[in-house]
Each structure stands twice: as C-alpha cells, then as structure tokens.
DNA sequence: TTTACCTATCATAGCCAGGC
DNA sequence: GCCTGGCTATGATAGGTAAA
C-alpha cells in the first residue's frame, strides 16, 4: 500500500542503501510520465509514481504508531516518502536544474525523525531522487539517487537560505475590497509617521529609489486620491506576469510625479518605491508573495530610515486575471493588512543548488547513486 | 462529500560576479 | 565594458487537509 509509505522505517538503520534505491528505480526508465505543466500536479504524480516503484519491491517495516514523531512544527520540510526516507524531485528543461529543497538545510544534521528510544533520521541523511523525464516523449531519461554530501561535494553547498512569507486574499475578502466605496480598503499612516508627511509635493526633480525625504512624504490621503482617479479600472497586461509588477509601478510613480524611464523600475527593491515608502504589487491570484520583509514581524527596513515592515504602505491592485483591469485596490501600512487578510502562518523557505543538466546527459538511461 | 483555506511545487526573471 | 552563467528572489497555482 502507498499510503504505508509515509510512515517512517520501524529502524532508522534499515534503510535501504541509495544503490538498491537506484536499481528498484530502474523500470522507472522509459516510462511514461504525462506532464501536465501544472508544476504541482507534476511533482505529485512524481512521488506518486515513485512511491508505488519502491512499494513494489522489499520496504523496511514500517514503525510503530506512537514510536515515533516528526519534530519540525506541522512537519514542514520533512522529506514525504519517510518510509525509505526520500524525497522526490523533477528535472525537464534548461539549462540546469534548479534544486530546490524547502524547510530545511538538507546539509545540516537538524533532527527531523525521533523515535521515542531516541533513534533519530536527520536532515542530512535525505536521499534526493531526480528524476529526468522527457518534456516532448514524457518519458523518464534517467533516475539519480543523490546525498546531500555528495551534491555539495560534486556541486557546491546549498545556497543561502530565502525566506518567502505569504498573505491570503481570499475570494471572499477580494469581494469585499471590490464593494468597498471607491473600490478601496483604505487605512491612514499611523499618527507618528502622518505627521512627517505632507498633502501636495512636487516630486519630478525626485529619485523615487532613494531615501524616504522630509517634507517630501506624500500622506496616505493624497496617494489615496491619486491611486483612485488613475489606478482603478486602469489595465495591466494580463499576457505579462512578470512585467505586470513593474508596469504598475510606473503607473504609480508617475502618477504621484515622478519622472519614471524604463530603466527605473528595473532596479527591484524593498520597498518599491522608497522614496515614499511605499510597496506596490499587482494581483490577480489569492497568494500575495510578500518575499524578505513581512508586515506579520516588525522590521527594520534597510535603506529607508524610520519605517519598519508594519510602517512600510502597501498598495495592492487587485486585477481581473483575464482582462488585467484593476478592479479594487488595498491602500494601507503593513501593520494593518493581517486585519483584513490572513498570513500564512509560518515563514518558508528554501535552499537552492543548480545542478548543470550536463549531469544529467552523462546518465542517460540509467538509474544510479551518487555516480 | 464538498468547500475553503493553507502550503509546497517548479519555472524563470533579474541581479551580480568573474572572465574575456 | 560586455557577456555568461550561477544564485537569489518572485511568481502563479494545484495539492493536500481541515472544516463544514
């Protein structure tokens, strides 16, 4: 049975060794892997497929209920396939392979399995199972079994650890911004910082990268009344996910008086517009990605003096995902957006390592362990 | 069973350092 | 100074699970 396969070894020592993993993994080769392009969806039916593989063959016993608990909190980052203490992972196209393992260091000897006679599987005894498959045949090319010692041997370490912290808009809380008058959900500056801003300043001489000014932070009203008259129901190319970011915040660099070239809003940065303190984001799908710095945890914010993550303003422009129209946008500091939206509870992040698909050619066919 | 919420998945854009 | 490739960060979205 495949659910059998979430369940740890009953002895963290009788794990199979990677090279019987790779020869077990072997059929995998040749066969048919349908990609969906729904990067999830294809990940899942990996470990599927995967999990039914090793299944098939001789598994450690499965422990014991209750001898044995997964430490990390809800068990984010513990590998999925506990039962030979794996995780799965698809490569396709490009040029290299971007590894990318979350919640955990997977050099680190951070406990992740403890059993109650205090037998532990650690983070750096994961095995990562690659598995190339074909993006026009969708079939599998080849199997690699890999430690994280030899990745980072082979490879080099893990890169910095990257924080990413979410919020929720929910369909439910998107309507209410959409039937708020003006299409808005507003909220004033916290009085300490309204009383360094001003209501009209001309800004055109200004770099709207650089620091925060005195006497030249607009107040929350003014840029209420600017995002009103030309951001709602302005459209952003749908067509553009990524450029749509930028796209708005020229628009509203502009429209608050700055001189904007295109070259400007390449410089990407925290917040988006610095000069007003002010972190701009499109969106038409629930997740707002908050990236670094999150509202959730005050901060200090580098390089914009006297503002933290819950002073910082956002403005989020919510857009229709097929026409691009923008049909409500949220105006407020950080600390107020956890009082309309949810946060994903915990932050997540992620260690990546590239690996050339050079690595992958040279395997072509075969199922191996750190080859 | 269905729905709603939360989290994990892979891709890729953009930055940056090192080589020429 | 330009090009290349690796690293980091951001992006949309579907799977998974808890609640209804």
Redesign the pocket.
Known sequence: MEEDMYVPPEQATALTPASEIARRLKPLIGQQLRL?G???????N???LVAATLASGNLPAAAKEGSWRCVPP????VP?LLREYV????????????L?V??RDPSSPSVQIEYTDGATLLANQVRFVLVRVDTTSHRVRCVAVLSPDYIVNR??K???????Q?L?I???ARQRVYEAPGSMVFLPDDPRVAKRTVARVDLSGCNFHGEPEAGRLLSMEAIKAIVASRVIGAVLEPKA??????ALEQLVASALGYKVSDKDV???G?PDIRHQALEV?????????L??YSPQFEEEVAGCAGFTSKSVRYLIALTD?TTGKCRGVVLCPGAHLGDQF?Y???E?F?C???I?MAFFEQMEGMSVANP
Do not use: H
């Open positions: 969906t729904k990067t999830r969806t294809d990940g899942a990996l470990r599927k809800k068990g984010k980052g999925s995780d799965t992972y698809i490569v396709t196209s490009g040029n290299s392979y971007n990318q979350w919640n490879f080099g893990f890169g910095k650890p990257t924080v990413k979410q929720i929910t369909p439910t996910t990524k450029t749509r970011g930028q390449m410089i990407g925290y984001k499109v969106q038409d799908a629930p997740t707002v990605d990236g670094r995902a949810t994903v509870a915990d997540s992620k990546q390592r590239s050339p």
